[in-house]
């Protein structure tokens, strides 16, 4: 009942084409990678050396919960379920992220930059897909949605420029003077 509550208010008239399908699919991959990512980043929390990488992590997983509510948001706004489809590319991030952790020694910095590395490659995965999103629902003429996405969008690059911030501003020159 729901479903044919919200369709009524659809107004796009594009639910039936293969596009509006591939957008569905791009927001069920992402819903799946926010909702994975959030339970990984306590460990690259846990894990980090450095104050302000713990900060700056601590503060994107509060984001990242953030996102996840958001793209409820997106789904109800178009009048679909909101439904996550395990996500191959975060899965793998995901992984290699933890080989990280399990390779890089304790309290150092090297492991520091193992994790903003890992973290980048996180953030730069979903800059592209929030990216993609937000032009597919301006296409279709899902303006909320767009609105929602790309507010998510600004968050990911913002955190993205942080992590380069303590990379090159302490982090990296730091690690240069461990042994291994
Ligand atoms: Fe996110």
């Given at each position: 009942m729901k479903t044919a509550t919200s369709k009524s208010t659809?107004?796009?008239?594009?639910?039936?084409s293969a596009l509006n399908e591939l957008f569905l699919d791009e927001l069920k991959d992402i819903f799946w990678a926010e909702k994975h990512l959030a339970k990984a980043l306590p460990k690259m929390i846990k894990g980090a050396t450095s104050e302000e990488l713990k900060t700056a992590i601590e503060n994107h997983l509060q984001e990242t919960e953030n996102h996840v509510s958001r793209l409820e948001n997106v789904f109800e706004s178009i009048g679909e379920k909101a439904v996550a489809v395990k996500c191959e590319a975060m899965a793998g991030l995901l992984k290699e992220a933890e080989e990280l952790l399990t390779e890089t020694e304790k309290g150092t910095l090297t492991r520091d930059v193992a994790i903003i590395s890992a973290a980048q490659k996180v953030e730069h995965y979903e800059i592209a897909s929030y990216g993609t999103m937000k032009t597919l629902a301006t296409v279709l003429g899902y303006t909320e949605a767009a609105d929602l996405l790309d507010a998510t969008l600004q968050e990911e690059k913002n955190a993205d420029s942080l992590l380069t911030q303590i990379a090159e501003g302490s982090v990296n020159g730091q690690a240069k003077s461990e042994k291994k």
């Open positions: 659809r107004t796009t008239g594009v639910e039936d």
